[in-house]
């Protein structure tokens, strides 16, 4: 495995490791960059070693002392710095320092602290444990790149400020803790899987980096089921990510993608997470594992006719109960109206819009514009497909709704 390979599979956990045993997160950004042009000048020479990554994490330690004992800036924070990274020295050099996975889940809690704004809870894990650059993460989310680095930048500030500890909660605070990680990973996954503004309907990039942290979180918290729950309903979204979008770039419905191009790897992967999610836990089932039971449902049925939807409102009915949001309800909606009864479904959309918890949703005019053309109301079809118009945000979305709204109109 070369220089770039270890970067990008071992950034994270080497920079885990790296906070734990410096106690600051620029300082061991600093170490770890220096650590890897340390690599870049002398392994094309001495070679690749046996353990590169326990060889980075010293080589990236060792040059954080010195950058504290050679840098006048620092020399306020020396002492103590020195002091934790003395403290938490290895007893000898042969035990030099390898990577727990507990640092990495350290990090991610920290990453994710309540303390933090969303959006600098989401910036910071995909620096920190995703290792994008600050501009490879403007550029998803579609703002400057130093806009970005100012979120970076105060996320980091306010971990310091407020001493926000780099530790696991107690099992207290754990499930609630955990909520708010998955919360963020979902939350990437979702804007490379459905971005929610811009030209690009998909951000592959960001999609790849949820999974990876959603494989994080199961191999790091094995006993718990809906981290498994998260990961599977990824993989399975993810298996037909190809799919989506035709060759000019426009959106294709469920119902319409070539299903023999869907990932099957995934698809059973995700499936069998999803199985082994569901007969994990001691309660009902959690938000993440039902969504993945009824992502299971569409990803293995041969084709469209053939999905149980008597099943997935099912699925839905059960989710409205471990967690009623608008949104569940509007899904609940149309897999009601699919299982056969669309006037039921449509009269559900109907009280959600009287509700007003959806406002401003695209996604709510556009349902009920399907429904009502599956019933012949053309005319009532067309008045919720400009509705979705003046809403949406997204180009393919603004396409596919503009071209259900020409059949209607036509």
């Not at 550029?139 to 790149?145: G, T, W």
């Not at 996320?155 to 407020?162: D, E, L, P, T």
């Amino acid at each position: 495995m070369g220089i770039e390979e270890i970067f990008r599979a071992e950034y994270g956990r080497i920079l885990a490791t790296l906070i734990r045993l410096l106690g600051d997160i620029d300082a061991a950004e600093e170490a770890l960059q220096d650590a890897f042009a340390t690599a870049l000048a002398e392994w094309p020479v001495s070679g690749v070693p046996a353990k590169p990554v326990p060889w980075l994490i010293s080589t990236g330690r060792h040059k954080a002392i010195d950058r504290l004992r050679r840098r006048a800036w620092l020399a306020r924070k020396q002492d103590e710095i020195a002091r934790h990274v003395e403290e938490t020295a290895p007893p000898s050099a042969a035990q030099e320092e390898v990577p727990v996975p507990e640092d990495r889940l350290r990090l991610i809690f920290t990453c994710c602290h309540p303390a933090l704004a969303t959006e600098a809870q989401v910036a910071l894990t995909l620096r920190t444990l995703g290792g994008l650059s600050t501009d490879e993460i403007a550029r998803a989310f579609l703002v400057p790149p130093a806009t970005m680095a100012q979120r970076l930048v105060r996320a980091k500030a306010k971990i310091r400020a407020a001493r926000i500890p780099y530790e696991v909660p107690g099992d207290g605070a754990l499930a609630e803790r955990l909520e708010a990680v998955m919360v963020v990973v979902y939350l990437v996954f979702n804007e490379g899987y459905s971005a929610s503004f811009g030209a690009r309907l998909v951000r592959s990039e960001l999609c790849e980096q949820a999974i990876r942290l959603g494989r994080m979180l199961v191999e790091l918290l094995p006993v718990h089921p809906e981290p498994k729950g998260l990961l599977a309903l990824m993989l399975l979204h993810d298996s037909r990510r190809a799919t989506r979008l035709d060759e000019a770039g426009d959106l294709v419905l469920l119902e319409d993608q070539d299903r023999s191009r869907w990932d099957r790897a995934q698809i059973e992967e995700g499936a069998a997470l999803a199985e082994a999610a569901l007969g994990d836990g001691v309660g009902p089932p959690g938000p993440y594992t039902l969504q993945a039971a009824i992502a299971a449902c569409h990803a293995q049925a041969r084709t469209a006719a053939e999905t149980d939807w008597r099943q997935i409102a099912a699925l839905y009915d059960a989710l409205a109960r471990v967690h009623p949001t608008p949104v569940v309800e509007l899904n609940r909606a149309v897999a009601m109206a699919m299982a056969g009864g669309v006037e039921s479904g449509l009269a559900l959309l109907d009280s959600l819009d009287l509700e007003g918890g959806l406002a401003g949703y695209h996604l709510l005019p556009a349902a009920r514009a399907e429904l009502l053309r599956r019933l012949g109301r053309r005319s009532e079809a067309a008045e919720c497909y400009r509705q979705a118009l003046g809403l949406v945000r997204n180009d393919a979305e603004r396409r596919h709704l503009g071209k259900r709204l020409r059949q209607v109109t036509a």
